[in-house]
C-alpha cells in the first residue's frame, strides 16, 4: 500500500498536465506599462485613455503606471483617476520622482503604489493658472473629496488624503497645521502611501515574483505622433496663414477653387487635432464658421465694412484661440498663464504676418503665368480705348422726355429711341423734359431740363 501511495504521488509530481499549467502562468501572464511624465492636460488624458484600450486589446494581466508630473488641470485628473478606478485589470504605479497635486490623485486611485529613491506624493492644494495662488475654496472642496473618496476606495487614509488638499487639516503625528501634506518615501510607507522603495519597474516585478511575466511598454501611435506635430504653436501659426490667406485669395478671385480648398484643409489640419486631445470644443470650432459666415455676409449681402465685418474677423479670431487652450466655457481660472499667452501670441503674430503677406504677395500673383490662365490680371485703361459706358458719349447733353416716370428710375425718349434712365434722387413725371449729365453704365443718368 505504501508504495502504491508514493508511485502516485511520483506521477502527480510529474504530471504533463501540471507542468503546462505553470508554463501558462509564466509565459503567457502580461504586464503593461505607460509613463504619465508631463502636465495632467487633455493630451495626457488621451495618452491615458489610448494606453488602457491597449492594455485590453492585447490582453494585459497587470497594469504599471510610471508617474513623473507635477500636476495640471483638475478635470483631466479627476477623468484619468475614474478611468484606473474602472479599470478591472490591477494598476501599479511606479512614482519616478514626482506625484505632486494632479498626480497625486493619480496614484492614490491605483491599486499599489511604488515609489524610487527620492520620490515624493502629495501637495494637492487647487491653484488657478494664471498666478498659481490657491484657487476659491469650492475647488479646494471638491478636490478634498475626491482624495478623499479615493483613498477610502483603495483602502488608504482618507483624513491623510484631504490634507494633502487643505493646509488647515492637522494630523497628530503626520502633520502640523499650515502646511499641505507632501510624503517622503519613507513617510509614504510609514503612512500606508506606498508598498515600497524600488529603482525601476523590473524591480518592483521581480519582488512580486513576477519576474517572468512578458512586459509591454506603450509606444504612441504614428497617429498621435502626427497629432502631436501639428499641436506644435509654429506648426498652428503657418496653417492660421493658409486659412486667412486662402480666404482672401477665393473672396478676391470666386470660383477658382484653390484658395478655398487650401483654407478648408488648413482649418480641418488646425482643428482636427486639438479637438482629439480634448482642447478644441464643438461650441468653439462652431464660433469660428459663424466669423467666417459674418464676414462672407459683409463682404457679399451687405457691402462696406461695418458690424458684421467686425463680428466675424472677432468670431475667427476667437475661434483659433480658444481652440488651443483647455478653457472650461470661458473660465480661465486653471488655463496656465503660460498657454494662453502663447496662443494669443500664436493668433496675432500669425494673423498679422498673413495680412502683410497678402498685401505684398497680391500685386506678384498677378505676374504668375498659371495665374493669368484662370484669371483677369490686366487692366483695361481708358486711354486705350476701355470705358464703363454702355452708351455712345454723344448722348451726353443730348434732351429728351420722360417715357415712364423716374421713381427715380424710369425710362426716357430720346429722338425716338427709349433708354433706361434715373435722376439724381428727384421723382419725374411722364411727358416732362429732361437732359442727359452722365452716359457711365448701363442707364443714363439725367436730370430735369429748366430751359
Excluded at 33 to 52: E, G, N, Q, W
Excluded at 80 to 102: C, G, H, Q, W
Amino acid at each position: 500500500m505504501k508504495t502504491f501511495i508514493n508511485l502516485l504521488l511520483l506521477l502527480l509530481l510529474f504530471s504533463p498536465q501540471l507542468v503546462i499549467a505553470q508554463t501558462d502562468t509564466t509565459s503567457y501572464t502580461k504586464v503593461f506599462t505607460f509613463k504619465i511624465d508631463k502636465d495632467i492636460d487633455p493630451a495626457m488624458t488621451r495618452r491615458v485613455k489610448l494606453a488602457l484600450e491597449k492594455a485590453e486589446e492585447v490582453g494585459a494581466d497587470l497594469i504599471v503606471i510610471e508617474m513623473d508630473t507635477y500636476g495640471g488641470a483638475v478635470n483631466d485628473a479627476d477623468e484619468i483617476r475614474t478611468m484606473i478606478l474602472n479599470s478591472e485589470k490591477p494598476v501599479y504605479v511606479f512614482i519616478n520622482k514626482d506625484a505632486a497635486s494632479a498626480g497625486a490623485l493619480i496614484s492614490i486611485a491605483t491599486d499599489s503604489i511604488y515609489m524610487a529613491p527620492g520620490a515624493s506624493i502629495g501637495a494637492a492644494t487647487v491653484v488657478n493658472g494664471a498666478d498659481g495662488a490657491a484657487a476659491p475654496d469650492k475647488y479646494q472642496s471638491y478636490m478634498r473629496s475626491m482624495m478623499r473618496s479615493t483613498a477610502e476606495a483603495k483602502g488608504r487614509d482618507p483624513k491623510i488624503a484631504e490634507a494633502m488638499v487643505d493646509e488647515k487639516i492637522e494630523i497628530e503625528g503626520v502633520s502640523e497645521g499650515g502646511s499641505v501634506i507632501t510624503f517622503s518615501v519613507a513617510e509614504a510607507i510609514t503612512h500606508g502611501f506606498c508598498e515600497g522603495q524600488y529603482n525601476s519597474i523590473e524591480a518592483i516585478l521581480e519582488a512580486q515574483g513576477l519576474g517572468d511575466m512578458e512586459l509591454i511598454t506603450y509606444t504612441p501611435p504614428q497617429t498621435e505622433q502626427i497629432i502631436a506635430f501639428f499641436l506644435n504653436p509654429a506648426v498652428s501659426g503657418f496653417l492660421i496663414l493658409i486659412i486667412i490667406g486662402g480666404l482672401y485669395f477665393e473672396l478676391q478671385t470666386p470660383g477658382v477653387g484653390f484658395p478655398i480648398l487650401a483654407s478648408v484643409v488648413a482649418v480641418m489640419l488646425y482643428f482636427i487635432p486639438y479637438y482629439l486631445n480634448g482642447l478644441a470644443e464643438n461650441w468653439e470650432i462652431l464660433v469660428f464658421f459663424i466669423g467666417v459666415i459674418l464676414l462672407a455676409v459683409e463682404l457679399f449681402v451687405v457691402p462696406g465694412f461695418g458690424i458684421f465685418g467686425i463680428l466675424g474677423i472677432i468670431g475667427i479670431l476667437t475661434g483659433l484661440v480658444l481652440g488651443m487652450i483647455p478653457n472650461q466655457n470661458f473660465n480661465f481660472d486653471f488655463v496656465p498663464a503660460g498657454d494662453l499667452f502663447t496662443a494669443l501670441l500664436t493668433v496675432i503674430l500669425a494673423s498679422i504676418f498673413s495680412v502683410g503677406l497678402v498685401f505684398w504677395l497680391t500685386p506678384k500673383v498677378n505676374e504668375w503665368g498659371a495665374f493669368k490662365t484662370i484669371s483677369l490680371a490686366g487692366t483695361q485703361q481708358r486711354s486705350e480705348g476701355y470705358t464703363s459706358s454702355f452708351y455712345a458719349d454723344t448722348l451726353n447733353g443730348k434732351t429728351g422726355v420722360v417715357h415712364s416716370r423716374l421713381r427715380p428710375s424710369g425710362k426716357i425718349e430720346i429722338d425716338g429711341e427709349i433708354y433706361d434712365a434715373y435722376s439724381r434722387g428727384d421723382f419725374i413725371d411722364q411727358g416732362e423734359k429732361i437732359i442727359v449729365i452722365s452716359t457711365e453704365g448701363t442707364s443714363l443718368k439725367v436730370k430735369k431740363w429748366e430751359g
